[in-house]
C-alpha cells in the first residue's frame, strides 16, 4: 500500500488490527507491518508462526522475507528490546533522546521555546527510559481517563 495516499497509515492499521485481532495480545502485537509473535516456547512459536502465516495467506498479505527473523530469544521492536527477562528501552535510542537538541522556533514570529518548556523538555527525556513508561497495560482493568 502506498503510504503516501491520505489516510493509509490508519487504514492499514485498522486491516491489521481487523485480521489479526482474534490474536491480538495473546502471542502478537502489530504496528503497521512490524509484526511482533511471542511465546512461552519454542514449540508454542512454531504453532504461533503457522497461525500468522495461514492468517497473511487468507488475506492475501504478504511478509518480505529479508525483513524477518524467528525464533529469536530476543528481538528489537520499535525502539525496545524485548527477551525473556522483559521490555528495556534500546539505549541507542535513549542517547538519541538525551542528546536531541532543544527546539527553537517552528515558525518564524510564532512560536517561541520558554524556560518552562526546557524544563518540560528535560523532564519527559529523563523519562522516556524509565521501566514505568515501558510497561505492558494491564488488559484485565478498566482504561479510564
Keep these: 500500500m502506498p503510504f503516501g495516499i491520505t489516510n493509509a ?10 485480521v489479526f485481532l482474534p490474536f491480538l495480545i495473546k502471542f502478537v502485537l502489530v504496528f503497521f507491518d512490524d509484526i511482533l509473535v511471542y511465546s512461552q516456547s519454542l514449540a508454542d512459536h512454531i ?3 503457522a497461525i500468522i502465516f495461514e492468517t497473511l495467506k487468507k ?10 527473523s524467528f525464533g529469536q530469544p530476543q528481538v528489537e521492536y520499535l ?3 524485548i527477551n525473556a527477562h522483559g ?3 534500546d539505549r541507542s535510542k535513549v542517547q538519541a533522546m538525551v542528546n536531541l537538541p532543544n527546539p527553537t522556533s517552528i515558525k518564524k514570529k510564532g512560536f517561541r521555546w520558554s524556560e518552562e518548556a526546557d524544563q518540560a523538555f528535560a523532564a519527559l527525556k529523563r523519562a ?12 484485565t482493568q478498566p482504561f479510564c481517563g
Design 9 to 18: 497509515h490508519a487504514t492499514f492499521q485498522a486491516l491489521m488490527n481487523q
Design 87 to 89: 521490555v528495556t528501552i
Design 47 to 49: 504453532d504461533h508462526l
Design 59 to 68: 488475506n492475501t498479505l504478504y511478509a518480505k522475507r529479508s525483513k524477518c
Design 79 to 81: 525502539g525496545h528490546v
Design 128 to 139: 522516556m527510559p524509565t521501566t514505568s513508561m515501558l510497561t505492558l497495560p494491564d488488559y
